[in-house]
């Protein structure tokens, strides 16, 4: 087990559209360029078998009970972090990562209305009792960040988007309240940022923030 002192862990969150995918190696690229070695990761993902549960969590043809998610969701994190993120924390990397606990919490929480109690517990389990050092919350309006990332189409389902996406609209204004909600409770972690017009300006307001703490 590793302090929370002696490890830099950057989680970079957001709704459809936000922009995190970008953002995570832009800030990689930051980070390098200031001499830290870093870790890009993903929630679902970073292993082999976190990567099919991705494939099987996207796919629209995927008929999953929001529990049954839940519980897919924490299988891939179990492993994530036993396989990857504690070996490179450990050795001192930075990791960032694009989504994490805070992602079940908005998503199969506020978005599917699963108990709250439940996934904080189940995400205590999964990840160990890791927690982020920063967390960077992407802020948009759920309707202009479903149109970007339907045509961004990053994992390849079309310009429907993936299974996640294609929850009502509904579905996704739950999941910001959630984040908003996770941030108003976590103010020294979660830093919200204001998705801006152009890359670069988002960028900029990242920077500032991860100068800061680091």
Partial sequence: MITKKRYTFITIEGGEGSGKTTQSRLLRGYLEER?????????????????NIRNIILNPNSDIAPLSELFLFEAARAQHIEKLIYP?????KVVVCDRFTDATVAYQGYGKGLDLKLINKLNLIASVGLEPTLTLYLDIMPFNGLSRAKKLNVDG??????????ESIRFHENVRKGYIEQARKYPKRIRVIEVQETTEKTHMLIKDVVNKVL
């Fill in 35 to 51: 001499g830290f070695e870093v870790l890009l990761t993903r929630e679902p993902g970073g292993s082999v078998l976190a990567d």
């Fill in 88 to 92: 490179a924390l450990k050795i001192g």
């Fill in 157 to 166: 389902y079309g310009n429907n988007g993936d299974r996640i996406e294609r």
